[in-house]
Nanobody, 115 residues
Framework: QVQLVESGGGLVQAGGSLRLSCVASRSIFSINPMGWYRQAPGKQREFIARITSAGVTNYQDSVKGRFTISRDNAKNTVYLEMNSLKPEDTAVYYC?????????WGQGTQVTVSS
């Protein structure tokens, strides 16, 4: 079992940056993969980025080159650095982990990008 807690969301102007954090309740060394999803009002949850235990990353095309996912195993934390934010990035962002054939989700953190 693992609990995930996101933080770092907020209101930012277009072109600005935010850094989201996801702190796990246990070691993330063997959790594979971990990542971020987002859900805008009236839309389905969509994949944003993920990182494997080996450090291999994948990104949705719409955020590629703007967002960077990373992890710090010593802090049990996964980060999402978001740059050049656009209004269409506005959504609730969820941390995700896959462990022992089970999916775990955080409660989400709101990101709002103004024009």
């Amino acid at each position: 079992q693992v609990q995930l807690v996101e933080s770092g969301g907020g209101l930012v102007q277009a072109g600005g940056s935010l850094r989201l954090s996801c702190v796990a309740s246990r070691s993330i060394f063997s959790i594979n993969p971990m990542g971020w999803y987002r859900q805008a009002p009236g839309k389905q949850r969509e994949f944003i980025a993920r990182i494997t235990s080996a450090g291999v990353t994948n990104y949705q095309d719409s955020v590629k080159g703007r967002f960077t996912i990373s992890r710090d195993n010593a802090k049990n934390t996964v980060y999402l650095e978001m740059n050049s934010l656009k209004p269409e990035d506005t959504a609730v962002y969820y941390c995700y982990a896959r462990m022992a054939w089970t999916d775990y989700w955080g409660q989400g953190t709101q990101v709002t990008v103004s024009s």
